[in-house]
């Protein structure tokens, strides 16, 4: 009886599974087909790259003030050994500052990024609402993230979305 009864509810689950209509698509091919992302993350990486410069840039005065410091400390009296080591040390946590505002979890790239890069996605996953329901579909899943480990090809919707981003 048991036997039967757990054979009858698998049957009814796999019935269930059935009914259900997925699809899966991958969002970072269809942010890349998007132009205004690519120029988004040209002009992120442009910012990026500018500011790693400036910061090494800081960095290197810091070390030709070091070496300076090492050169003159025997020349210098106590007073203006320990004013040249403050400077130093101060322009150091200016450095560790700037990287912060820059590149910290609420520094400018990150602000940056949501400004150029948050719209964008909100209309990829409008785009993505709107093809599941005119589609009647019950779940999308996202080929790039962890949680979708195997996906039979005739279900990727990718490139339906990036031609519904088109219109």
Do not use: C, H
């Not at 004013?83 to 500052?97: G, P, Y």
Request: glycine share 4%; no cysteine.
């Amino acid at each position: 009886m048991k036997k039967i009864l757990l054979v009858l509810a698998l049957a009814l689950v796999g019935t269930a599974a059935n009914a259900q209509r997925l699809a899966y698509v991958d969002v970072n091919a269809i942010m890349d087909a998007v132009p205004e992302y690519k120029a988004a993350q040209q002009e992120l990486d442009r910012a990026s790259e500018q500011w790693k410069q400036d910061i090494q840039r800081e960095y290197q005065k810091i070390d030709e003030m070091y070496r300076k410091f090492q050169a003159d400390q025997v020349f210098l009296n106590e007073s203006d050994r320990k004013r040249r080591e403050e400077e130093i040390v101060q322009k150091e946590k200016d450095v560790r500052e700037m990287q912060k505002l820059k590149f910290g979890p609420d520094g400018e790239l990150t602000k940056k990024r949501q400004a150029l890069v948050k719209p964008i996605q909100e209309r990829v996953y409008k785009a993505i609402n709107l093809y599941a329901q005119e589609k009647g579909l019950d779940f999308i899943f996202d080929k790039g993230s962890a949680g979708l480990l195997f996906a039979n090809d005739t279900y990727d919707k990718t490139q339906d979305i990036i031609k519904k981003l088109g219109q």
